[in-house]
């Protein structure tokens, strides 16, 4: 009951915080005397839905009243998977959601964001979008959908927890795991857990209940608020230097309708897209700060931090390579974003893959 609890007065302290924020302060200060949109992102409360809102408060000084930005949290106007039709259809005019959730309209967008395995550093990303061509290929995609793709903003690495030490990847075998599912699920199914798709909300009290054993989420910060140290007594990592081997760069986006973003000015539009590389990094080291904050509470209630070891990295990497080819050949755009990324991967600046990884393997371009 204690748990229970605990748990329930950090839900109503994430909720507490997330409309403190959309109180009137934000809502206010966004009635400029020119244009104003409606933007929702997907976080709920906590450090990410604050970051959000206090960088559109200062959209409308920044333009001198031409644009102002008036922000909303998860759900507040329309739930989590209703965000892209809420933009292409003027309900909300853009949207901040974690990139992921594209691949339902659009299956290139697995490779718009992190996967097992793949590019595993922010800067990595950075390379693909802006040097490599990626972000000229997902505003294509999402073009032909009515949206203009901005550009990516980064989050961190989720992160595993358990009940049971996790010291290679051969003790996720026969584990009750939860996942997001997607290429995710697939390749620790293929390495002998037993995945289950389970919404955030659900996860606490499955793993209370002993129906799950391991469970992803986000990280540290947001998972403490959540309580799952008192359910949980060990964080699975990767090896020192790579938090997560499943999804280390967990990218979110900023996202605007099409016809919002036509009726911009040539400046306002490239205000809106340099814009985006603030809030970028200025979310990005927000939530590593309370990153940091949390690993001392997580240390402080007894919690294991046990790390895999490069050999289980190379050992993941051989299972995830030909998952990754089954994804790439879904379609001709996820195989050209796909091939751009094995490129980089395979070159002098990267090594992650080399050539008998993929010896035998075709990607359908």
Known sequence: MKNLTTRRHALRTLAAAGAASLAAPHIASAQANGTTWKIQTSWPGGVGLQTFKDWCATIQEKTG???AFQPFGA??????????DAVKNGVLDAVNPFTIYVQGIIPAGVFLTSYPLGLRNPHEFDVFYYGLGGLEMARELYAAQGMYFVGPIHHGPNIIHSKVPIRSIDDFRGRKMRLPGGMVADVFGEIGAETTVLPGSEIFPALEKGTIDVADYVGPA????????QVTSYISMGPPGMMSLYQPVDIMDITVGMDAWNKLS???????????????DMHHAAIQKADQEAWAKFEADGTEVTRLSQDDVELMTEVAVPIWFKYANRDKDSARIFKTQLD????GSLGYVTPDLVDGLELKL
């Open 65 to 67: 009243g031409e644009l």
């Open 75 to 84: 759900n507040d106007v329309v739930g989590d998977f209703q965000l892209y």
């Open 222 to 229: 947001v998972n403490y608020a959540l309580g799952f140290s």
């Open 266 to 280: 040539p400046e306002m539009k490239q205000f809106v897209e340099m814009e985006t590389h603030v809030y970028s």
């Open 344 to 347: 980089y991967m395979m070159s």
